[in-house]
Nanobody, 121 residues
Framework: QVQLVESGGGLVRAGGSLRLSCVASGDDFSRYAMGWFREAPGEEREFVSGINWIGGKTVYADSVKGRFTISRVNAKNTLYLQMINLKPEDTAVYYC??????????????WGLGTQVTVSS
């Protein structure tokens, strides 16, 4: 079973950038499709982006297309989310997720504890 730990969140002004990281342990990272989700106060958790096991296929929510980039380095057991041109509506707790799969997924089995991203206007 894989364990996931996110980092890289923080407070940033609108228009700024952040890079989130998610380090996996406990299993072969390359077995897993990976994803990023976010949950804003009072709202449901929503899908942000997903990537397949090798990194050759990615999917994004419409709200982040062109601003966020998901990537992974299997040799480092690490998933990334590069976020640019951040907006106040991007404020949320961001979660890393994993599922044993070769494909991009929208539903996941394993979750990290999240990292807070706050974008001020």
């Amino acid at each position: 079973q894989v364990q996931l730990v996110e980092s890289g969140g923080g407070l940033v002004r609108a228009g700024g950038s952040l890079r989130l990281s998610c380090v996996a342990s406990g299993d072969d990272f390359s077995r897993y499709a990976m994803g990023w989700f976010r949950e804003a106060p009072g709202e449901e958790r929503e899908f942000v982006s997903g990537i397949n096991w090798i990194g050759g296929k990615t999917v994004y929510a419409d709200s982040v297309k062109g601003r966020f980039t998901i990537s992974r380095v299997n040799a480092k057991n690490t998933l990334y989310l590069q976020m640019i041109n951040l907006k106040p509506e991007d404020t949320a707790v961001y979660y890393c997720a994993a599922k044993v799969s070769a494909f991009v997924e929208k539903e996941y089995d394993y979750w990290g504890l999240g990292t807070q991203v706050t974008v001020s206007s």
